[in-house]
């Protein structure tokens, strides 16, 4: 086996895509969010934020207490759930208002400068792109 070349975290993701000539990623990933920008595929702008998906399901299992008998949630059920696209976090237990308040508090204490910064270069004309890869 043979490293033909190591790519920064997120940018793999972009290999095999028709890219724009200009584009905006934003890659949620379980620690961190990136905010990158690409001309012609070179990236232009790279920022890590410090605030990933774990953030959001870390506060899901502790403000789902009071559906859960009082205890807290398991943060894996809960990433369970949300990756196969429900809220079911078990047959008795939906998690969609919990989810629902939490994910607007993350959005805005955590993700809405980064969103804004995309929104404002898809205005001018940037494709951008939202991704989260797969975690095991």
């Known amino acids: 086996m043979e490293v033909l070349k190591v790519v920064p975290e997120g940018m793999g993701a972009l290999f095999g895509q028709a890219l724009p000539k200009k584009l905006t990623v934003i890659d949620f990933g379980n620690g961190t969010t990136l905010y990158?920008?690409?001309?012609?595929?070179?990236?232009?702008?790279?920022?890590?934020?410090?605030?990933?998906?774990?953030?959001?399901?870390?506060?899901?299992?502790?403000?789902?207490?009071?559906?859960?008998?009082?205890?807290?949630?398991?943060?894996?059920?809960?990433?369970?759930?949300?990756?196969?696209?429900?809220?079911?976090?078990?047959?008795?237990?939906?998690?969609?208002?919990?989810?629902?308040?939490?994910?607007?508090?993350?959005y805005e204490k955590y993700l809405k400068k980064v969103v804004n910064m995309a929104l404002g270069a898809k205005h001018t004309g940037v494709s951008c792109w939202m991704m989260q890869l797969p975690q095991k």
């Open 36 to 106: 990158s920008r690409y001309t012609q595929g070179k990236r232009e702008v790279h920022t890590p934020y410090p605030v990933g998906i774990e953030v959001l399901i870390d506060e899901i299992a502790q403000k789902m207490k009071h559906l859960n008998g009082g205890k807290l949630g398991d943060p894996l059920k809960v990433r369970y759930a949300l990756k196969m696209g429900h809220t079911r976090y078990s047959r008795d237990i939906d998690i969609r208002d919990v989810y629902t308040a939490c994910f607007k508090d993350w």
